[in-house]
């Protein structure tokens, strides 16, 4: 099934302070901030929107206020590379983005060409950042190692079980089901399915049924909240008991909403939680009095714009350029998610993924829990 999406969107939005001088830098948030994937959107923007705003209370990026805009890809390559292309007509030097790494490479290439340093919070397939492009940072880790943690989970605590593995085919569902396939062969694991569904699939029986005559034990789900959700929620309607596990692309509150009861048990793979982290404390009070819940991507967010404010102070330019080779020499940066070193590649050196359970509160919503 082929998804209907909205134009593109990109909405220029100054924070520039009370002072009401012109924005120097400018910076652009791009990712999904309509469609299905929506609450992953507000996640980068909520986290640029305060990292910015607090940037620009305290004078800026080396004395130049940051000027913010934002475009909606809705998680669709072809919008991505639309979103890229208003970026550069705009002059945006920075960009925190995108969501999906399959909208993430096409408009790497893009912002690569045009002088435009990226840095994505939550894009997470290996390949994005083993092109050679010298504009690409991440603030996540990747798949290799977050399937190399699910298999040895997997592994573990269902030794000798059945495992069905389903995706939803896309760069980012599909590879990380992949290395988590990879990965759990190399241990062992017993795997009894492996399907793909399209992404925007409503009715999933089909698959269900598969898993259910599978006899799976567990089943492991590469893709997002919104047909995961979905499919663990079709397969309690057909009795199928064995819980879902799935990466980062099910970590929002809105997959609980979506699974239903069959929403608890499910296992999750990704970064400790950010926001116990000491250095997030207080920007964490700042989105709680704001009614936000700062969850998942939000703090990765916010931890981009402090990776590119750091190394533009350091060398005292906001150069795309000079600022991306600074980043890769591997000086650490002291974010609301830990410290970060960049290797040559662009990615973080502590890729730390962690086992996740989605478990009922006192107060009676389900949400996930490190184990």
Known sequence: MRRAFWPVLAVAVSLAGASGAAAQIKMGVAGPLTGPNAAFGAQLKNGAEQAVADFNAKGGINGQKIELSFGDDVSDPKQGVSVANKFVGDKVQFVIGHFNSGVTMPASDVYAEHGIFMITPSATNPVITTRGLWNVFRTCGDDDNQGQTAAKYIADKFKGKNVAIAHDKTTYGKGLADFTRKYAKELGVKEVLYEGINIGEKDLSALVSKIKASGADLVYWGGLHTEGGLLVRQMRDQGVKAPLMGGDGIASNEYAAIAAAGAEGTLMTFGPDPRKHPEAKAVVAKFQAK?????????YSYAAVEVIAQAAAAIKSSDPKKIAAEVRTGKPYKTVIGELKYDKKGDI??????????????DGKVTYVEN
């Open 349 to 362: 050196t502590r890729p730390d993924y962690v086992i996740y359970t989605r478990k009922k509160g006192a």
């Open 291 to 299: 009614q936000i819940n700062p969850e998942a991507y939000t703090l």
